[in-house]
């Protein structure tokens, strides 16, 4: 009988027993034609085609003096603005903010998102997250009879290495990037009730220690959802059912991207220059109490905890959001999940 351990300092690396998944999961893929690398790769290219062949060390600058800002003579900017002109030039690593519009209840919201496969490709493609990535699932032990069984990072656990059996067997060599969203509604200011509700992506490809350090940048702000407030509905019922609608319309418009590539796959650089065909999944959704009744249509005195092995959500829980119900189709495909 295997033993769950949750904790992850009660293991010992050193007398870990791993079980490696096998097959082709996490296999590495050539980079295809006209297919883009990671934010940073592009840049290093975009440096190496500055240099136009002269081994430039300053490039985007044209010299060494350019680099320091000295107020000497020969500097290729003359003011403020030309400076921040080339500056501007340089890729941005973590993709723009975009604005939407979303009609509920006759009555229309806005919202900014980031794309949600630009910030996965971000997070992959980081060079300081290269050498901490997993790409593929595997069993620990404690012991060598393999009876005691540990769990810690993501890629330990049951989900991940059910999931890659499925996935493999429509697409081999698949490397699954398991997607963590996370939202929390914050107060700004008790003045005028100025609040804003901040949604987060990261991804189980990387060990905890990292997602959960700012310094490490293992988290991205995904998106900002309308806090408006429906003074004009009085009847308290409706404005939550209008609210936790608002809130499913915008979050569906984010991940929608989702469905299609959770099975397809996308081609996706990590930090060091190696091509996979990544697999983004929706993978968990961290939040409280009450935004778990708001993700999952539960009222706020029941539990929030639905099984997702059932054949068909709608049949099990009559209140399930059309979000899930909409992104089921990944699933569907995945009869385990």
Request: net charge neutral; hydrophobic share 35%; proline share 7%.
């Amino acid at each position: 009988m295997a033993v769950d351990t949750a904790d992850e300092d009660n293991a010992p690396r050193a007398n870990v027993h791993i079980n490696q998944f096998g097959g082709r999961s996490g296999e590495t893929t050539s980079r295809p034609r006209g297919a883009h690398g990671s934010k940073y790769r592009d840049y290093s290219d975009q440096l190496a085609a500055s240099s136009k062949g002269d081994n430039n060390l300053w490039a985007l600058f044209t010299s060494q003096i350019d680099w320091e800002v000295y107020k000497k003579l020969g500097l290729s900017y003359k003011t403020v603005a030309q400076l921040n002109g080339i500056i501007d030039t340089l890729p941005s690593p973590r993709p723009e903010f975009v604005h939407h519009q979303v009609e509920v209840a006759g009555k229309v919201f806005d919202f900014f998102s980031h794309d949600i496969i630009e910030c996965i490709q971000a997070l992959f493609g980081d060079p300081e997250h290269a050498q901490y990535l997993a790409f593929a699932p595997e069993h620990h032990y404690m012991d060598m009879d393999r009876e005691n069984r540990v769990y810690h990072e993501m890629h330990t656990g049951k989900w991940w290495w059910s999931t890659q059996a499925e996935l493999e067997k429509q697409r081999p060599g698949a490397t699954i990037i398991p997607i963590i969203l996370s939202s929390d509604k914050t107060q700004l200011m008790n003045f005028r009730n100025k609040s804003a509700y901040p949604v987060y992506l990261t991804i189980g490809s990387l060990p905890k220690s990292i997602r959960q350090k700012p310094s490490h940048h293992g988290q991205i702000l995904l998106a900002y959802l309308p806090t408006a407030r429906l003074t004009n509905v009085s009847n308290k019922s409706a404005c939550r059912r209008i609210m936790a609608n608002l809130f499913h319309a915008c979050l569906g418009h984010i991940i929608a991207p989702l469905r299609n590539v959770g099975i397809d796959g996308i081609d996706i650089t990590s930090g060091d220059g190696v091509h996979r065909q990544g697999h983004p999944i929706l993978a968990s959704y961290i939040s409280d109490y009450p935004e778990q009744c708001v993700v999952t249509g539960a009222y706020n005195s029941d539990c929030p905890c639905t099984s997702p092995r059932a054949p068909n959500p709608c049949q099990l829980h009559q209140r399930l959001p059309r979000t899930v119900c909409r992104y089921w189709g990944v699933q569907q495909r995945l009869p385990h999940l």
